[in-house]
């Protein structure tokens, strides 16, 4: 089975991505760390739901990595924006499986963190951002749980696409989430609404 881990926001820098989010909801992002194998670092804000935000951005004090960077920014431009939407199994092999367009299983740790990432080897999303990106976490515990949680709450995911019937068809067997939902559309795209101490706000 399948659960919403956290959703990512890419930006074209961390300070950035941090004034932009920060800005939107009125809630402090706390420091997370590099990811040396993609040349990229992040920033985490943990929620009241158990779920956890990051903001993620090419570091440009990292050596160019040898494949192409995750989450697809080596082609991101733009203003910030939710790019990807990340689902956690203890079965990621068998999840694979079912979803072949997840990617190659990436081994990564850092500190006393460890997990497995399924990644395409062109490091785009899976179907553009339709399915989520798969990842086991072979740790004792949880990131969200090192986080300050926040007076923030996911109220829905939406996924659009233009296969999106089926992709929920696709998920319906190993993803029950209420908050997720799957509209027809004729570009991917991603939307989330929170409750925030500013109120809803839809990014």
């Known amino acids: 089975m399948l659960i919403l881990d956290h959703l990512a926001f890419a930006a074209s820098s961390l300070d950035e991505g941090r004034a932009w989010l920060e800005a939107k909801f009125g809630l402090p992002l706390q420091t ?12 985490l804000m943990g929620m009241e739901d158990g779920l956890y935000l990051e903001v993620i951005a090419i570091d440009p004090a ?3 990595p040898a494949s192409p960077r995750w989450f697809d920014l080596d082609n991101f431009a733009g203003a910030p924006r939710l790019a990807n939407w990340i689902a956690r199994t203890d079965t990621l092999d068998a999840m694979k ?3 072949p367009e997840a990617g190659e299983t990436v081994a990564l740790a850092r500190g006393d963190l460890a997990w497995r990432m399924a990644v395409p080897p062109s490091g785009a999303l899976p179907l ?13 515990a949880h990131p969200a749980q090192r986080l300050t949680p926040q007076p923030l709450r996911l109220d829905a995911l939406l996924i659009r696409h233009p296969d999106a019937a089926e992709i929920e ?16 559309a004729a570009a991917p795209a991603l939307s ?6 500013q109120g809803r706000v839809t990014l």
């Not at 068809?169 to 027809?184: G, H, K, M, T, V």
């Not at 989330?192 to 101490?197: D, L, V």
Request: glycine residues 10%.
């Open 32 to 43: 997370g760390g590099q990811h040396a194998r993609y040349g990229t670092h992040n920033l």
């Open 62 to 64: 990292a050596p160019a």
């Open 97 to 99: 499986a079912a979803m």
């Open 128 to 140: 553009k951002g339709g399915l989520p990106s798969l990842i086991q976490w072979d740790c004792e």
């Open 169 to 184: 068809r696709r998920l319906a067997p190993l993803l029950s989430d209420q908050r997720i939902r799957f509209e027809p």
């Open 192 to 197: 989330a609404t929170f409750q925030t101490p």
